[in-house]
């Protein structure tokens, strides 16, 4: 994955990751994260969908300080993925929005107090930022569940406290930023200087809003650098509340801008915008590829992307199977499937393939699925219809393909977007004939992939490693 720092860990506990990106120029020379592996005897139940009793206070567009309708009047709509009805109307930001925004932001650039603050008083604004995020994780974690449907308790519990200990981390970098004093030849003076680069335009994803907008915010401030953001269109409330707490904590106006809106309207805009320094992306790889040209096309502005990805768990004969039925159950389904290292093709070793099949089937089979404001649950619904259905297309082609259907496979409920935790085993290594392309987006399955191998002398055989390389 293009451009990302990150480090996993998949044990009984959590996968947790980091990732930062540089805002800073040099003159002279991704928290992935996880709940607790836990194991439920209860069957998934839908009940009525529960009222979190958090209010949306903030559809407009953030621009300059100020809270602002979208230059077209337009607006669109969040929908609650329990129940697919609307939340809320946003206002749906475009390519005049985004001029005024970066014109706002250039602005607090060269203008404003916020670069010529000294390192150690920006540190303190984002320190007073992480302290009010604590004071408001429930009203966050409820925005976030309602928009997203992720389970509250993961919000909570998990990504709150990464989210404030990020803006902590960068928090702490902003005074902490040398350049170096470079020995040379003969009576000269070298030295070098990093200073911040300007105007960061930043694109995000809807899987883990949060914790995407403090992997992008964080960083970029504490370089002194002012920012425009442009939030998931499927997900723009939490940002639009975390960046009211961000100007409470005394962050100066116009140097955080919030967009809310479309990809080929408002992400567009930004990526080609000539007054935009520096562009970092999370998203899928098509979408990667369309942001990298637009940025080359016009000021040839330097680019971070994250990007989707597959990711192949391989079981040996030797393995602790329990152990590994519940790490790949663990890698596939965390966060509804929505990673972009989601582990959705797992190939185990022939000799304890059947165990490991039947395991895995019992597993997905106490997964519990529901309203995700509902304690205990493991699994809320999909993000929106059109990950619904294309995942359910998704099963629909492995049946057609001949894999096994091992338990799940269809809709759970009536109501909202909740899909069965499916598992297929028997899956054939050919995917020309699959109706399903994994085209490397955001990894949007929920369906575990048992593939069995015989590894011989050595599981990285030339056969294994050209079918990992398949998908």
């Known amino acids: 994955m293009a451009a990302r720092r990150i480090s996993s860990l998949l044990l009984s506990q959590s996968l947790a990751s980091a990732t930062s990106a540089r805002y800073l120029l040099s003159r002279g020379s991704k928290a992935i994260i996880a709940s607790a592996v836990r194991k439920h005897s209860t069957t998934a139940v839908l009940e009525e969908p529960i009222n979190p009793g958090v209010s949306v206070n903030h559809t407009q567009l953030l621009i300059n300080g100020k809270f602002v309708d979208a230059a077209s009047g337009k607006t669109f709509p969040t929908l609650d993925p329990r129940t697919g009805e609307v939340i809320a109307h946003v206002a749906e930001g475009d390519a005049e929005d985004v001029n005024r925004a970066v014109s706002a932001a250039r602005k607090a650039f060269d203008e404003g107090p916020w670069p010529k603050m000294t390192a150690y008083e920006r540190s ?33 519990k998990i990504e709150l406290p990464m989210v404030a200990r990020m803006f902590r981390y960068y928090a702490g970098w902003a005074d902490k930023i040398h350049g170096l004093t470079v020995p040379a030849d003969g009576p000269h003076q070298v030295q070098t200087l990093h200073e911040p680069i300007g105007v960061a335009g930043q694109i995000i994803p809807w899987n883990f809003p949060l914790l995407m907008f403090a992997w992008k915010i964080a960083p970029a401030l504490a370089c002194g650098n002012s920012v425009v953001l442009k939030t998931a269109e ?57 942001v990298l040209e637009l940025a080359a096309r016009s000021n040839l502005k330097p680019v971070t992307l994250e990007l989707g990805g597959k990711s192949p768990f391989i079981v040996c004969e030797d393995a602790d199977v329990e152990q590994a039925v519940e790490l790949a159950h663990f890698a596939l389904f965390f966060n509804q499937g929505q990673c972009c290292c989601a582990g959705s093709r797992t190939y185990v070793h022939e000799s304890v393939y059947d165990e490991f099949i039947e395991k895995a089937k019992a597993r997905a089979m106490r997964r519990t699925v529901g309203d995700p404001f509902k304690k205990g649950i493991e699994q809320g619904p999909q993000i929106d219809n059109e990950q619904f259905e294309k995942i359910l297309k998704c099963i629909r082609s492995g049946m057609e393909s001949g894999a096994t259907l091992e338990t799940g496979g269809g809709q759970l409920g009536s109501k909202g977007y909740y899909i069965q935790p499916t598992v297929f085993s028997n899956v054939k290594l050919d995917p020309s004939k699959s109706k399903c392309h994994h085209d490397s987006e955001l990894s949007l399955l929920l369906i575990l992939l048992f593939l069995p191998y015989n590894r011989g002398q050595s599981i990285l055989t030339e056969q294994l490693l050209q079918a990992v390389a398949m998908f």
């Open 124 to 156: 303190m604004v984002l320190f007073r930022f992480a302290d009010l995020l604590e004071k408001h994780t429930d009203e966050l974690a409820a925005l976030e569940t309602l928009d997203n449907g992720k389970p509250y308790e993961q919000a909570a």
């Open 234 to 290: 499927q997900t723009p409330l939490s940002a639009l509340y975390a960046a009211k707490l961000l100007h409470e904590a005394g962050l100066p106006e116009g140097v955080l801008n919030v967009i809310s809106g479309f990809g080929p309207t408002a992400g567009a805009a930004l990526a080609s915008h000539m007054d935009v320094d520096k562009l970092a992306f999370t998203g899928s790889t098509d979408t990667g590829k369309i």
